[in-house]
Nanobody, 116 residues
Framework: QVQLVESGGGLVQPGGSLRISCAAS????????RGWYRQAPGKQRDMVAS???????NYADSVKGRFTISRDTAKNTVYLQMNSLKPEDTAVYYC??????????WGQGTQVTVSS
């Protein structure tokens, strides 16, 4: 059973930057996709970014050009670098792991607040 633990959330001013991380306990073998969703109060959970084991990335239109997802396979960690942050980026950010024929794994979430 792989567990995902997010870190790096916090309070940042509009226009600022923040990097959040998602570390996986245990080894992840084979084809997989890791990424991030976010959920603001009273709203649904939306996809933010994803990265495959082959390195292909995908982004929500709202974050393209501002956010960058990356992964360090040796550390079993995925990162989300967030630049030019806006108040509407405020949400709880959840990382996830998809593997073939297995239930999606979720982290516990990390709060990101963009406010002056």
């Amino acid at each position: 059973q792989v567990q995902l633990v997010e870190s790096g959330g916090g309070l940042v001013q509009p226009g600022g930057s923040l990097r959040i991380s998602c570390a996986a306990s245990g080894s992840i073998f084979g084809i997989n996709t890791r990424g991030w969703y976010r959920q603001a109060p009273g709203k649904q959970r939306d996809m933010v970014a994803s990265i495959t084991s082959g390195g292909s990335t995908n982004y929500a239109d709202s974050v393209k050009g501002r956010f960058t997802i990356s992964r360090d396979t040796a550390k079993n960690t995925v990162y989300l670098q967030m630049n030019s942050l806006k108040p509407e980026d405020t949400a709880v950010y959840y990382c996830y792991l998809d593997r073939p024929r297995m239930v999606r794994s979720w982290g516990q979430g990390t709060q990101v607040t963009v406010s002056s």
